[in-house]
């Protein structure tokens, strides 16, 4: 089989799936969509041509036909379903029809005889008849051929279920190329799907990084996820923080997959059998380096019995090769409790002496490492050193952890024990648990003061290395920006000291690299961001800059220029993406500061399109799989679908309460607090408000204005009329610190609600001073900040100035167009909280039936609750309604 996320099941409908009926999954049901297979394989039946129905055991197969058989049978009772189960490997078509033993088992000719004798004894002389056969992949070859035959000269209508390795192999793979059957694939979830399916389990929204495990550990297999759900419940692995759920688990296979497992060993070859665990313990492995293990046809029969998935990975040297792993995760964890040590030991020995090119694959040889490590057989440390590295950079902290920990006591130098003691410091970063990184560190401080003199030269690297963890647990962990960029400078000044010019400049240019890094991430634009932006433009060695690209853009758009952010950003995408081996997080951190600056300049369609990798599992860089809620959230506030994005920043909340190492608590606290708001929770905003004042920024600290401004327009969506003065006190603070856009952006909505809390304001008032002297400075950041939504918040700002209503409900719905809804001024109407979301989107000149599709309702319910909202403010159109939530 292959895991893929493109091409699965919609997964608008869920129905009840009665599992596979094989030796694999019998039992209670699970869930699965099926929606639009089920309508094709009725109409595939109605036009009398054959269906083959593929997909691996679990996927919903035997469900589907007997769902679909069912209902046919029920349009045309006439018809007369003849259906053969198939259990065990290698079974003749008479053997299951109960033809004579005596017959030769390898005639076809025979077999079609008897077979088309049997379909005529079931039914009447002139009644229609459909073949059923279940799992036809267990079929011997004679009777294989004989219902392709069958099939092919449309002697008989047929639907067959079969493994979807059996439909690669011929004759099945001609006969659907020929489009003699129609082929009806089953697909494993995919991510998404296998998210929606947990919250349906467990009733409420799950994390994404959970929702992720769970899909890599099962493979999207609806049987396997459920079980492992359920097992998961009863041994309170998912727990609940704020109503979202987690799971923080280490799955264990259950009794019935043992059962399958030595059912299937019992069947193996001893070599097959061999080859299976060695998958087991060492994962997906090269597919031409199977053929050094087993024989073609063991191998075949291993894919036949759908055991086998193929896959197309990227190795260190940025090429692609084909790869062969067990099905999943699930199956290879209940092999490896079977094999005892001394067999570990032999597969170690035969594994180091047959496949002389382990270091050319580095999740093939972590593998072996961890395997290595556990069972105490000798391997070079350099190569624990290696692995773990490689580990680091596929994101398994705690593996790491778990490898170093085993493997500290077998480094032979100093050296390596301070490269194996940083990596599991920066392991100890990455699940957030910055007091035994420190231990770490320290430990490793006192190694390098040890250090003889004459070490110095070969030794800068790892007092670079060491440098870096330290500074992201002070600044990132402690949120003490300052402590993280003295210390960059003492070791700075510690090297300077201790090498030659020429040797020393390398690696001074790397840790004023991380200086203006952390510098840009302590908010200091002002002070560092012509030296960084310098430094990107130039290009020079663009694999060192790559860390430093997300603060450096982040601080270019927040002093004017927005579009050269997004330029330069889109630009460093590419340069991360080519030096994945430098910095894994790379892709992901300038994708993110890119969908920022994006909206920030009212450039929403790009921002609202997934990027073509990174939002999917085939994306080589590491994601943080949080931001799947963050970038949810933010595409969900630029289309105003406030409660959307309320769930979405609340479920990433929950996750930052359990584990927070990016630091972005703060910002995901105050959107959550902004969706609250404008969906007229007031009393729940006000809370996390307070949450949010209370939460050290740390890492967001980047962009400082942005949390300034989020906590800005909750206060104006809560009506309070301390949003002035704060609007005023950020205005009057980026223009100290030469922040153009926040300036213009907390100007605006100083002018706005300003005007808006004048009396009576009108075309002929005169504009009090402090509004005149806002606008006067809003018209020369006009010509200072670039972007669409800029450039509308100023003349939005000047038709407030002017009294002008209706030009100003115009630059509004131009705004929202843009991505940003403002809070209404007029004193509220008494709306719920559904009907307020509905109207401020079609205030914003949406249609019905665009306000549904974004809301995934009715048309009838939004016209409903428009209705309702008519009644309730006394207007009768929407351009009235625009007014009225002004």
Not at 803 to 824: K, N
Request: hydrophobic share 45%; aromatic share 6%.
């Amino acid at each position: 089989m292959t895991i893929t996320e493109e091409g699965n099941a919609d997964a608008s409908s869920w129905r009840s799936v009665v599992r596979e009926n094989d030796p694999r999954t019998t039992g209670t049901a699970v869930t699965a969509p099926r929606e639009v297979e089920q309508q094709r394989l009725h109409a595939t039946l109605r036009s009398t041509k054959s269906a083959v129905v593929i997909g691996d055991a679990g996927v919903g197969k035997t469900q589907l036909i007997t769902r679909t058989v069912e209902q046919f049978h029920k349009s045309i009772p006439s018809i007369v379903i003849c259906s053969i189960y198939v259990d065990e490997t290698d079974t003749s078509l008479l053997d299951l029809i109960g033809a004579p033993t005596d017959l030769p088992r390898t005639n076809a000719a025979i077999i079609q005889t008897h077979l088309l004798e049997w379909v005529a004894q079931k039914t009447d002389t002139n009644a229609a008849a459909i073949l059923r056969i279940e799992d036809a992949h267990l079929l011997d070859e004679a009777s294989t051929q004989t219902l392709a035959t069958l099939i092919q000269a449309d002697i008989l209508t047929c639907v067959i279920s079969m493994r979807s390795a059996a439909a690669r192999h011929k004759p099945w793979s001609t006969l659907l190329h020929n489009g003699c059957a129609v082929r009806l694939e089953l697909k494993p979830f995919s991510r998404r799907e296998t998210e929606a399916f947990l919250q349906n389990e467990l009733g409420g929204p799950v994390t994404a990084d959970s929702a992720w495990r769970v899909w890599r550990h099962t493979g999207g297999n609806p049987y396997h996820v459920a079980e492992l759900v359920r097992d998961q419940i009863s041994h309170r692995a998912f727990f609940e923080i704020e109503g979202v759920w987690m799971w923080d688990g280490n799955p264990q296979p259950d009794p019935q997959l043992h059962d399958i497992i030595s059912d299937d060993m019992e069947r193996f070859s001893p070599e097959a059998r061999s080859l299976v665990e060695t998958l087991a313990f060492l994962g997906p492995m090269p597919t031409h380096l199977l053929y050094d293990l087993a024989t073609d046809q063991e191998i075949a029969a291993l894919d036949r019995r759908g055991l086998l998935t193929v896959q197309t990975q990227q190795q260190a040297d940025g090429t692609r090769e084909q790869v062969t792993g067990l099905m999943h995760d699930l199956y290879a964890s209940a092999v490896r409790t079977r094999v005892s040590r001394r067999r570990r030991t032999e597969i170690l020995a035969y594994i180091s002496d047959e496949i002389s090119t382990i270091e050319s694959y580095p999740a093939l040889r972590s593998r072996f490492v961890e395997l290595a490590v556990e069972s105490d057989f000798a391997i070079e440390p350099q190569l624990v050193i290696m692995t773990t590295r490689s580990l680091l950079a596929e994101y398994k902290p705690r593996t790491v952890i778990r490898l170093a920990s085993r493997a500290d006591s077998l480094m032979p130098t100093t050296e390596n024990l301070i490269k194996l003691l940083t990596l599991r410091a920066e392991a100890w970063r990455q699940v957030d648990s910055p007091e035994n990184a420190k231990r770490d560190l320290d430990q490793v401080c006192e190694l390098i003061d040890s250090m003889p003199d004459s070490a110095w030269p070969a030794a800068a690297a790892m007092v670079l290395s060491h440098a870096r963890v330290e500074a992201a647990v002070h600044q990132y962990h402690y949120d003490q920006p300052e402590a993280a960029i003295a210390y960059l400078h003492q070791r700075r000044d510690w090297l300077a000291g201790r090498l030659d010019a020429a040797e020393a400049k390398p690696w001074l240019d790397a840790i004023d690299v991380s200086i203006l890094t952390h510098s840009g991430y302590a908010g200091k634009h002002d002070e560092v961001n012509a030296a960084s932006i310098a430094l990107l433009v130039q290009g020079s060695h663009p694999e060192r800059l790559v860390p430093l690209a997300c603060p450096a853009v982040l601080g270019l758009a927040d002093q004017g220029d927005v579009l050269g952010a997004v330029e330069l950003s889109r630009r460093y995408v590419g340069v991360a993406y080519a030096h994945l081996d430098q910095y894994q997080w790379g892709p992901a951190e300038i994708l993110a500061a890119h969908s920022l600056i994006l909206y920030w300049a009212g450039d929403i369609e790009p921002l609202v399109t997934p990027h073509p990798t990174v939002s999917t599992d085939s994306d080589p860089a590491l994601v943080d799989r949080v931001s799947d809620h963050l970038g949810r959230a933010l595409i969900a506030v630029v289309q105003g679908a406030w409660s959307t994005a309320a769930t979405e920043f609340h479920a990433a909340n929950a996750r930052f309460a359990h584990t927070d190492m990016t630091g972005m608590g703060a910002y995901a606290l105050y959107g959550e607090a902004l969706a609250a708001a404008a969906s007229g929770a007031s009393a729940n905003a006000w809370a996390l408000l307070e949450r949010a004042d209370a939460t050290p920024r740390r890492t967001m600290k980047v962009v400082n204005s942005e949390l300034d401004m989020l906590r800005i327009d909750t206060l104006c969506w809560l009506r309070d009329k301390s949003a002035i003065t704060a609007a005023q006190t950020l205005a009057q603070r980026a223009n100290e610190q030469g922040f153009a856009r926040a300036e213009l952006e907390a100007l605006h909505r100083f002018v706005v609600r300003s005007v808006a809390a004048v009396p009576g304001y009108g075309p002929q008032d005169t504009l009090p001073q402090p509004i005149a002297d806002a606008m006067e400075r809003l018209h020369e950041l006009s010509s200072v900040v670039t972007g669409k939504r800029p450039g509308l918040l100023v003349e939005h700002a000047k038709a407030m100035a002017a009294g002008d209503t209706d030009l100003a409900s115009i630059r509004e719905r131009d705004l929202a167009r843009c991505g940003l809804w403002l809070a209404p001024i007029n004193e509220p109407v008494d709306l719920t909280r559904r009907e307020r979301e509905i109207a401020a989107l079609a205030a914003g000149g949406m249609s019905s039936k665009a306000i549904a599709q974004r809301l995934v309702v009715s048309v009838r319910t939004v016209d409903s609750h428009l209705s309702r909202v008519f009644a309730k403010t006394g207007v009768h159109s929407r351009e009235e309604l625009a007014r009225v939530l002004r």
